[in-house]
């Protein structure tokens, strides 16, 4: 409504005269705080450093002649510096009259403001584990503000930890695991300076299912944009595909470059059959790819001596084929036994010498794949939408193509580091994965091939098994 041309419905102008800048130190301002005529949320108060107001005085000091103030002049100093132009003649009017530089300082500069409310730390420890996995429960239980909560969570105060189940381990279990990264050191140096084998020879297979899509999927959208669509018939039956990876450790020349990539393949369980109808997309009789739903060990052997091997055989490097081959595989029922005599004719065939192991019950982080190499791959599998067993194929084929050499190479140093963890835990698995800042080291031409063992270690290892 207009009343002699005044809009009532508007806000009445700001009178910022009447607004004073902040008196206290800057560590004492709480940018929460906010000023409006009701109390509420509204526009922040600004802290002016000593250093900024004395600045702007003596630069008003150097354009004019006290104590007038000429015109123009609080414009051109509030430009340069940034500030609000009355607060330029404010800085003006606090000097003139309050003895100078002295005058324009800040006033209030202990206890002053908002008083911090601290957390106690012991607080949160005592708190049962399962009263602290959302911040409503961790402020029920402590008695405090979920925003003073969260604003301590973000300065650093306590950290946010996703905990996921590992496997039950016996204590044969944990002696096996020491025994198992003893025997990977070099035998030569153990007496005084032992280090990992740099395991050249040891190839790791594993199997991985691969989803066409995720129950749930993060996408960042724009504000106006809509939510995608995604369908499926069943969230209990998304289309899947079993694959057998099978790596080695890459090679390098003294140049750094890669002279072997360690990726000798990775292989579908599918198969192919005649379409048994008609439809719009085939004709009936077209060979269509389908995943196959169970594996058995006979299919794991077929696998190894008609797939595995002959890639090895195909990829291996010609100068190290004299050496012994290990392939390291997990405990899975579905795996055969390192003596299967089918096994053994083709792994000795032609003059070879290629052996199956497998590796310690119940330790993921004893296998590069499960360790580092299938998450990279998913990550890259993830970047795109296939819509078919086909394509997911083809898209796992290609992640799996793609995958940084020199990223692969760092799993094998990982995993020497995890086998130190392992030792120093007595065979346990709680422990978190070391960080040895290898990609730095990598840049700076001085990433080992292998990791030292500290000799009291090794021995603290060897006094564990007896």
């Given at each position: 409504?207009?009343?002699?041309?005044?809009?009532?419905?508007?806000?009445?102008?700001?009178?910022?005269?009447?607004i004073?800048?902040?008196e206290?130190?800057?560590?004492?301002?709480?940018?929460?705080?906010?000023?409006?005529?009701?109390?509420?949320?509204?526009?922040?108060?600004?802290?002016?450093s000593?250093?900024?107001?004395?600045?702007?005085?003596?630069?008003?000091?150097?354009?004019?002649?006290?104590?007038?103030?000429?015109?123009?002049?609080?414009?051109?100093?509030?430009?340069?510096?940034?500030?609000?132009?009355?607060?330029?003649?404010?800085?003006?009017?606090?000097?003139?009259?309050?003895?100078?530089?002295?005058?324009?300082?800040?006033?209030?500069?202990r206890?002053?403001?908002?008083?911090?409310?601290?957390?106690?730390?012991?607080?949160?420890?005592?708190?049962?584990?399962?009263?602290?996995t959302?911040?409503?429960?961790?402020?029920?239980a402590?008695?405090?503000?979920?925003?003073?909560?969260?604003?301590?969570?973000?300065?650093?105060?306590f950290?946010?930890?996703t905990?996921?189940?590992?496997?039950?381990?016996?204590?044969?279990?944990?002696?096996?695991?020491?025994?198992?990264?003893?025997?990977?050191?070099?035998?030569?140096?153990?007496?005084?300076?032992?280090?990992?084998?740099?395991?050249?020879?040891?190839?790791?297979?594993?199997?991985?299912?691969?989803?066409?899509?995720?129950?749930?999927?993060?996408?960042?959208?724009?504000?106006?944009?809509?939510?995608?669509?995604?369908?499926?018939?069943?969230?209990?039956?998304?289309?899947?595909?079993?694959?057998?990876?099978?790596?080695?450790?890459?090679?390098?020349?003294?140049?750094?470059?890669?002279?072997?990539?360690?990726?000798?393949?990775?292989?579908?369980?599918?198969?192919?059959?005649?379409?048994?109808r008609w439809?719009?997309?085939?004709?009936?009789g077209?060979?269509?790819?389908?995943?196959?739903?169970?594996?058995?060990?006979?299919?794991?052997?077929?696998?190894?001596?008609?797939?595995?091997?002959?890639?090895?055989?195909?990829?291996?490097?010609?100068?190290?084929?004299?050496?012994?081959?290990?392939?390291q595989?997990?405990?899975?029922?579905?795996?055969?036994?390192?003596?299967?005599?089918?096994f053994?004719?083709?792994?000795q065939?032609?003059?070879?010498?290629?052996?199956?192991?497998?590796?310690?019950?119940?330790?993921?982080?004893?296998?590069?794949?499960?360790?580092?190499?299938?998450?990279?791959?998913?990550?890259?599998?993830?970047?795109?939408?296939?819509?078919?067993?086909?394509?997911?194929?083809?898209?796992?084929?290609?992640?799996?193509?793609?995958?940084?050499?020199?990223?692969?190479?760092r799993?094998?140093?990982?995993?020497?580091?995890?086998?130190?963890?392992?030792?120093?835990?007595?065979?346990?698995?709680?422990?978190?994965?070391?960080?040895?800042?290898?990609?730095?080291?990598?840049?700076?031409?001085?990433?080992?091939?292998?990791?030292?063992?500290?000799?009291?270690?090794?021995?603290?290892?060897?006094?564990?098994?007896?």
């Open positions: 409504m207009m009343h002699d041309g005044l809009d009532l419905n508007a806000e009445p102008p700001i009178d910022w005269d009447e004073s800048e902040w206290g130190p800057a560590y004492e301002l709480d940018y929460d705080l906010v000023w409006t005529d009701e109390g509420s949320n509204g526009r922040m108060r600004r802290y002016y000593d250093e900024l107001k004395i600045a702007i005085y003596l630069e008003l000091l150097a354009k004019t002649d006290p104590p007038v103030l000429h015109h123009g002049v609080s414009r051109q100093v509030a430009e340069k510096f940034g500030v609000p132009r009355l607060v330029v003649q404010r800085i003006w009017r606090s000097g003139q009259d309050y003895g100078g530089i002295t005058g324009v300082k800040n006033k209030l500069v206890n002053c403001g908002r008083k911090r409310i601290e957390l106690d730390m012991e607080a949160i420890k005592a708190v049962p584990l399962s009263q602290r959302t911040f409503q429960d961790l402020d029920n402590l008695g405090v503000k979920k925003t003073m909560l969260y604003n301590r969570y973000r300065e650093g105060y950290r946010r930890h905990n996921d189940l590992k496997f039950s381990l016996t204590d044969e279990n944990k002696k096996a695991r020491v025994r198992y990264c003893l025997s990977m050191l070099q035998a030569l140096y153990l007496d005084n300076d032992p280090s990992f084998k740099p395991l050249y020879n040891v190839i790791y297979i594993d199997e991985k299912w691969f989803y066409r899509t995720r129950r749930n999927q993060k996408y960042y959208l724009a504000n106006d944009e809509e939510r995608p669509h995604r369908e499926v018939k069943s969230k209990n039956f998304i289309e899947k595909v079993m694959f057998l990876a099978v790596v080695t450790r890459p090679r390098f020349d003294e140049n750094g470059n890669c002279i072997f990539d360690g990726k000798l393949d990775i292989f579908p369980f599918t198969y192919q059959e005649p379409a048994k439809s719009r997309n085939r004709d009936r077209t060979l269509i790819t389908k995943a196959m739903t169970s594996v058995k060990k006979e299919h794991s052997r077929d696998f190894l001596i008609n797939k595995v091997l002959p890639a090895i055989k195909a990829k291996w490097p010609a100068e190290e084929r004299h050496m012994p081959i290990f392939i595989q997990d405990n899975a029922r579905t795996h055969i036994a390192v003596d299967d005599p089918a053994v004719a083709a792994a065939a032609d003059g070879w010498d290629i052996r199956l192991t497998c590796q310690q019950p119940n330790s993921p982080d004893l296998n590069v794949l499960d360790l580092g190499f299938f998450a990279a791959i998913q990550a890259l599998f993830e970047r795109g939408t296939p819509n078919n067993i086909d394509q997911i194929v083809a898209k796992v084929e290609k992640a799996f193509r793609e995958y940084p050499v020199d990223r692969a190479n799993i094998f140093l990982t995993q020497q580091g995890c086998m130190m963890e392992i030792m120093k835990h007595n065979g346990g698995q709680h422990y978190d994965i070391p960080h040895m800042k290898k990609k730095y080291l990598e840049m700076q031409g001085a990433l080992p091939i292998s990791l030292k063992c500290p000799v009291d270690l090794y021995n603290e290892a060897v006094q564990f098994l007896h």
